[in-house]
């Protein structure tokens, strides 16, 4: 049980354009979801926090009109990478739980994600 | 500050024991997590300790002194599959994770 798939694993684009990763909690209903990055060899950087139904709450440094968060239902929640840049590459990983805190997140396989 | 620190590298033999250091400062502090992170992949659960002592799970036990503000993660009969990052997190009073970098473990045969 608690299995979150992401999709897509990994996605190319061109500078400048928008990139949508979806993050579904599959056998649970996810009422708080996370994303994160990660950049090579660095640790999870916390991006921010969506509750179903309610704005994301965005950790410091993190633009939310770049990235854009939408956690629709109990089991669903994107992440918008807009106008992305070279410096967007990172790999994106979301977690998703239950409790409403971080106690107990179940994460995804993350999306290798590569701006040229 | 919040602060976690952990070797950024360690190299350890096939069937040999490792022992993964990690110590925090940070506001309050709800619980530790270690978790084992293979390259390209995302991070899976390993263990959690919120009171002091050592937990054990088959090859894996974790420790944590609570005082010291260190735990370690003790691999036994290692493996080259155990080879991965293994990051220590902690949960503060705000119920925020916060996260160590991870070390690189590298076995050997």
């Known amino acids: 049980g608690a299995v979150v798939s992401q999709h897509p694993s990994w996605v190319i684009c061109k500078s400048g354009t928008s990139v949508k990763i979806e993050c579904r909690s599959l056998?649970?209903?996810?009422?708080?979801m996370f994303w994160y990055r990660q950049f090579p060899k660095q640790s999870l950087m916390l991006m921010a926090t969506s509750n179903e139904g309610s704005k994301a709450t965005y950790e410091q440094g993190v633009e939310k009109d770049k990235f854009l968060i939408n956690h629709a239902s109990l089991t669903l929640s994107t992440l918008t990478v807009t106008s992305a840049h070279p410096e967007d590459s990172s790999f994106y990983i979301c977690?998703?739980?239950?409790?409403?805190?971080?106690?107990?997140?179940?994460f995804g396989p993350g999306t290798r994600l590569t701006v040229t | 500050g919040q602060n976690i620190d952990q070797p950024t590298e360690m190299t350890a033999t096939e069937g040999a024991i490792v022992q993964i250091n990690c110590t925090y400062q940070t506001s309050g502090f709800n619980g530790l997590f270690w978790y084992q992170q293979h390259a390209g992949e995302a991070p899976t659960f390993l263990s959690y300790n919120v009171l002091d002592g050592l937990e054990e799970k088959g090859r894996f036990s974790s420790f944590l002194s609570r005082s010291k503000g260190y735990s370690y993660l003790l691999l036994k009969e290692l493996q080259m599959k155990d080879s991965a990052s293994y990051l220590c997190?902690?949960?503060?009073?705000?119920?925020?994770?916060?996260w160590g970098a991870g070390t690189k473990l590298i076995i050997k045969p």
């Open positions: 977690s998703a739980s239950t409790a409403g805190a971080a106690y107990e997140q179940y």
């Open positions: 997190a902690v949960l503060d009073s705000n119920y925020q994770l916060i």
């Open positions: 056998d649970f209903q996810a009422t708080t």
